[in-house]
């Protein structure tokens, strides 16, 4: 292994310190901030650097996806299935309920068990549509679940309308006589629905955003 600049030691103190306070990898900007670097590029090339002496490992096209493989707070990665998309906008069809069996999905992305927090039973859903932006979650994006069917009022679920036969991602609200689905996003209107015509399918645990 070389011996690492000045900047660079910076950098991996800084990914480790950020990530014990907050429990998640920092962005490029992050550490930009952090360690009073330059411009991304410059974190970019000693990224490329620690990662080709094996310190980190960086995941494309994951805003935070930068992964210690070294030292205190190293962490290990674990695969889970990306089982389709859901809608974050207007319900849209998916072809049967086995759209959520992750057995039967062949694509899958690793994530670290921060990213899980630690839970079973993970998967994940790529996003389509607007409604949740104003909870961070927007088209394209990968929101991570636990399978569960149960959900707290307000939380963000993935939500299977039996009727329609369609899945919407939205937070989940009971009601005296109906179940609210309610975007994150002003623009739009809730979609409610009868108790009965509702299942969860899982409760958003993280999000993995897309990078512009």
Known sequence: ME???AKQQKI???????R???HYPPTVRDIVSGCGISSTSVVDYNLDILEREGLIRRHSGISRGI???SGPGAEGGRKIPVIGQIAAGKPIPVPSEDTWD???SAETIEVTEDMARGKEGIYALKVKGTSMVDALINDGDLVLMQYTNTVENGETAAVWLKVEKEAT???V?????????QPANKLMKPIYADPDNVEIQGKVVGVIRKMA
Not at 12 to 18: G, H
Not at 173 to 181: A, G, K, Q
């Open 12 to 18: 991996i103190e800084f990914i480790r310190r950020f």
């Open 169 to 171: 991602l939205k937070k």
């Open 102 to 104: 992750s057995t039967a």
């Open 3 to 5: 011996k690492l600049s």
């Open 67 to 69: 992964e210690l493989l």
């Open 173 to 181: 609200y009971r009601e005296r006589t109906r179940i609210r689905l």
């Open 20 to 22: 014990t306070e907050r």
